[in-house]
């Protein structure tokens, strides 16, 4: 679906965690990339055809601005749940925006159990189509798919680069109890 009024651009930018980028029309975020082999490597990523059109390198307004400076101190260990971040979620699948509302809804520090998101968004059978949407979910970090983890609270399944290593550092930025705490054993 071609978006002539509304360019599609990108910006890379390092944080505590590596170059991360983010990807923007003028209704909000696209898509966000975690750091993947190298700045070179994230940048291809944030920048592949959107929906057919393409998404160039730009500088950021002074709102992607704002939302960057956020993200990297979040990153750096200044919480913030990034909630106020305009996202543009106009091309996802209903049920994906349903769970992604949910997911967006949790606190850092907190999570949830795919089994609840499904519960959340009126369909309790719904765990494994849950897991899906956190799979294609194109906005990680601000829709905080990090946070949802298996009934058992253990880590099952990271699409971002760094797979569940990136999952665990996330929660343990994030201060999330249970992880990146020393144990007894």
């Not at 971040?85 to 996802?92: G, Q, S």
């Not at 569940?164 to 999330?176: F, G, P």
């Amino acid at each position: 679906m071609p978006y002539p009024e509304r360019p599609l651009a990108a910006a890379l930018f390092d944080t505590a965690i590596g170059p991360c980028a983010i990807a923007w029309s003028a209704v909000g975020v696209l898509r966000f990339q975690l750091p993947e082999d190298g700045a070179e490597a994230t940048l291809a990523r944030i920048t592949r055809p959107y929906r057919g059109e393409p998404v160039a390198p730009a500088e950021p307004t002074f709102d992607i601005g704002k939302a960057i400076a956020r993200i990297q101190a979040h990153l750096a260990g200044d919480l913030d749940d990034l909630r106020w971040i305009p996202l543009d979620t106009t091309t996802i699948p209903e049920f994906h925006r349903a769970v992604y509302t949910v997911t967006r809804a949790i606190a850092p520090g907190h999570t949830l159990s795919y089994g609840e998101v499904a519960a959340r968004v009126g369909m309790p059978n719904a765990s494994q189509a849950v897991g899906q949407a956190m799979g294609r979910n194109p906005i990680p970090l601000i829709i905080p798919c990090h946070r949802v983890l298996a009934a058992d609270h253990a880590l099952h399944g990271f699409s971002a680069h760094g797979g569940l290593t990136t999952k665990q550092r996330l929660l343990e930025i994030e201060r999330t109890p249970g992880f990146g705490e020393p144990t007894l054993f």
